[in-house]
DNA sequence: TTTTTGTTTTTTGAATGCAAAATACAATAT
DNA sequence: ATATTGTATTTTGCATTCAAAAAACAAAAA
């Protein structure tokens, strides 16, 4: 007989029930997955396990079982008996991810067009401002992450944890490109034009029309990448 | 100064020049995926660590780590203190994965039409005759594989190694459903005709056609699984 | 000097061991 | 009899250990 009698259910809000637990090697997943998007673990660079767990202060079993899922996700590479390194991309790679992704947004955008909320589109309209106040004033990060945010709203919009959960993970990797590619500040004004449409098809719930310009928009950053990480290349 | 003189490479044909070799890690996710696929171990069974590991003739830590590995692939779930289990996919589940899949096959139908050889387009015709004739003598399985074949073939003409991986990595939690939805015979002739529209639309490389045929056609797939998994539960 | 071969050191792969948590079970109280 | 608490057993999480492979290094030969 559950559920019967208990008064304490939900005392204020939304509090979940059960307490959050988490196995030593997925908090490590979580955090090494942070040291490669911020750039602190550089692609290319070898992981030795030992000097690994030493910083880490964990011992190698639980290192070992979170490379291994890094693997999976593909930010590390693990090669037989000679070790892991962080993942890095070639421009074919950089390339196919961006297509890729380009075609993930492009789906997600339809079907977002059929079931977005009215406040979910009012919290991307809001944000879409917010976002031009921080361009406004220059603000780089902050204008940075109000359009990630946009883009998973309407990610989150299309209401499918697969595609989601495809689209998060492959964000991960591109994220990481970002930190050496100089914050690409390219076509500013463009990309904002393009948020503009897009909020428009939202509300139109033109999911045709979202697509393309959610195609176009990354196939746009992909170059944008591209060259950036191009123009470095030659610097060094 | 490598190759200089060396003149035992490729002594036939395209023989690999360096050695497989495996980690039993590895091995263990492939020999796990397979029985999960093939149905031997049934969606929600419990995996006890210390019973697999004596079936398997393998220790624990590989197989932990296998299971980690399957974990972020979607195969196997694990909660923390209590062990892994085969995953199972609700209805809901089941119909985004479908989702999604439609997407991903009508986004890499698209982009196999600006790429597919002719070679492979040439393949694809005659693996279709081969399916026909699997149908006309009611070999299901041949049928099945054959089907499997050219969708496979055609995500593979899109050339776009990201895509790929999450379409095969998709594939494999569909086909783990399939050995519970009694291999679905449904809509025989309407799937024939898809696939022969398919290869117009490959043929005239008019890529919004294929796309558009393509998700339909796992859109259809998707109603004949829920209806025979609803079917076998009715049954229950 | 350069290349090759043999040896030492380091690093990884996999098994085992120990502690903590969960489950199963039994005993007591209601 | 049912519910609850306490105890024993099992199972999992993580650290450690041991063996195998790779890398680094040194010695010998060309």
């Given at each position: 007989?559950?559920?019967?009698?208990?008064?304490?259910?939900?005392?204020?809000?939304?509090?979940?029930?059960?307490?959050?637990?988490?196995?030593?090697?997925?908090?490590?997943?979580?955090?090494?997955?942070?040291?490669?998007?911020?750039?602190?673990?550089?692609?290319?660079?070898?992981?030795?396990?030992?000097?690994?767990?030493?910083?880490?202060?964990?011992?190698?079993?639980?290192?070992?079982?979170?490379?291994?899922?890094?693997?999976?996700?593909?930010?590390?590479?693990?090669?037989?008996?000679?070790?892991?390194?962080?993942?890095?991309?070639?421009?074919?790679?950089?390339?196919?991810?961006?297509?890729?992704?380009?075609?993930?947004?492009?789906?997600?955008?339809?079907?977002?067009?059929?079931?977005?909320?009215?406040?979910?589109?009012?919290?991307?309209?809001?944000?879409?401002?917010?976002?031009?106040?921080?361009?406004?004033?220059?603000?780089?990060?902050?204008?940075?992450?109000?359009?990630?945010?946009?883009?998973?709203?309407?990610?989150?919009?299309?209401?499918?944890?697969?595609?989601?959960?495809?689209?998060?993970?492959?964000?991960?990797?591109?994220?990481?490109?970002?930190?050496?590619?100089?914050?690409?500040?390219?076509?500013?004004?463009?990309?904002?034009?393009?948020?503009?449409e897009m909020?428009?098809?939202?509300?139109?719930?033109?999911?045709?029309?979202?697509?393309n310009i959610l195609?176009?928009?990354?196939?746009?950053?992909?170059?944008?990448?591209?060259?950036?990480?191009?123009?470095?290349?030659?610097?060094?």
């Amino acid at each position: 007989m559950p559920d019967a009698g208990m008064n304490v259910e939900r005392p204020v809000a939304a509090i979940p029930l059960k307490v959050e637990r988490q196995q030593l090697h997925d908090t490590v997943v979580g955090h090494l997955r942070r040291l490669i998007i911020e750039g602190v673990l550089e692609p290319g660079k070898k992981l030795n396990e030992r000097e690994l767990c030493e910083t880490l202060g964990i011992s190698r079993t639980p290192l070992r079982e979170a490379l291994k899922v890094l693997a999976a996700e593909g930010l590390v590479e693990i090669s037989p008996n000679r070790g892991a390194s962080i993942a890095s991309m070639s421009e074919t790679e950089i390339r196919e991810a961006f297509e890729f992704m380009s075609g993930l947004e492009a789906f997600a955008g339809e079907l977002a067009c059929e079931r977005i909320s009215a406040e979910e589109l009012a919290e991307i309209k809001s944000l879409h401002a917010s976002m031009l106040t921080c361009k406004a004033q220059n603000d780089l990060p902050g204008y940075y992450q109000r359009n990630q945010a946009i883009h998973d709203l309407i990610n989150q919009a299309a209401r499918n944890a697969t595609l989601r959960q495809t689209y998060v993970s492959l964000n991960w990797r591109i994220q990481a490109l970002r930190f050496h590619s100089n914050h690409h500040v390219y076509k500013w004004d463009r990309a904002v034009h393009d948020h503009e449409e897009m909020i428009e098809a939202l509300e139109a719930r033109d999911g045709k029309r979202l697509s393309n310009i959610l195609r176009h928009h990354l196939l746009e950053k992909r170059d944008a990448v591209l060259s950036m990480l191009q123009a470095n290349t030659l610097k060094l």
